[in-house]
C-alpha cells in the first residue's frame, strides 16, 4: 500500500483524519509528501508508523511514551532496555489504577446495599458522598 491519501489512511487505520493531522501537528507522524495537485500522501512506512501509535494509545501509552518507544523503533540497533522501562513503568501506573478502581467498585457497592429506598433526606448513597468520613474505602477525593 502506497500513495495513500489521508482518507484512505484514515480508513485503513480507523483513525481520524483530524487525528492523522494531529499526530503530524505534534511530529509523531513525519510531514507526508504531497502529490502534484497538494494532496497529502502517505505510503506503508506510514501506515505501519500509524498503526503503532494507534496501538499504543489503546492500551493507554501518553503520547510522551510513545514519542520515546518510536524513537527506539527507528533506531533498531539500540539497547530495548528503554521500551521495558516505559511498558513496566505503564505496567505498575495500569495496577495501581486497577487497584484504585477495585476500592471504588467496593465502596459503591456498599453504599448502594445500603440504600434503603425511600426519602432523599434518609438516603445512604447521600448521606456517604455528604460525609466522607463514613466512606470504609480508601480512595483519593478528586
Given at each position: 500500500?502506497?500513495?495513500?491519501?489521508?482518507?484512505?489512511?484514515?480508513?485503513?487505520?480507523?483513525?481520524?483524519v483530524?487525528?492523522?493531522?494531529?499526530?503530524?501537528?505534534?511530529?509523531?507522524?513525519?510531514?507526508?509528501?504531497?502529490?502534484?495537485?497538494?494532496?497529502?500522501?502517505?505510503?506503508?512506512?506510514?501506515?505501519?508508523?500509524?498503526?503503532?501509535?494507534?496501538?499504543?494509545?489503546?492500551?493507554?501509552?501518553?503520547?510522551?511514551?510513545?514519542?520515546?518507544?518510536?524513537?527506539?523503533?527507528?533506531?533498531?540497533?539500540?539497547?530495548?532496555?528503554?521500551?521495558?522501562?516505559?511498558?513496566?513503568?505503564?505496567?505498575?501506573?495500569?495496577?495501581?489504577?486497577?487497584?484504585?478502581?477495585?476500592?471504588l467498585?467496593?465502596?459503591?457497592?456498599?453504599?448502594?446495599?445500603?440504600?434503603?429506598?425511600?426519602?432523599?433526606?434518609?438516603?445512604?448513597?447521600?448521606?456517604?458522598?455528604?460525609?466522607?468520613?463514613?466512606?470504609?474505602a480508601?480512595?483519593?477525593?478528586?
Amino acid at each position: 500500500m502506497t500513495n495513500l491519501r489521508i482518507g484512505d489512511l484514515a480508513r485503513s487505520t480507523g483513525t481520524t483524519v483530524e487525528t492523522i493531522r494531529y499526530y503530524e501537528r505534534i511530529r509523531l507522524l513525519a510531514k507526508p509528501g504531497r502529490t502534484e495537485g497538494n494532496y497529502r500522501t502517505y505510503g506503508a512506512r506510514d501506515l505501519k508508523r500509524l498503526n503503532f501509535i494507534r496501538h499504543a494509545r489503546g492500551l493507554g501509552f501518553e503520547v510522551s511514551e510513545i514519542r520515546s518507544l518510536l524513537d527506539l523503533a527507528d533506531h533498531p540497533d539500540r539497547d530495548c532496555g528503554e521500551a521495558d522501562t516505559i511498558a513496566t513503568g505503564h505496567l505498575n501506573a495500569v495496577e495501581d489504577k486497577i487497584e484504585q478502581l477495585q476500592l471504588l467498585r467496593a465502596e459503591l457497592t456498599r453504599m448502594v446495599g445500603a440504600c434503603r429506598g425511600g426519602r432523599a433526606a434518609d438516603c445512604r448513597v447521600l448521606e456517604v458522598l455528604g460525609d466522607h468520613s463514613l466512606c470504609e474505602a480508601d480512595h483519593k477525593s478528586a
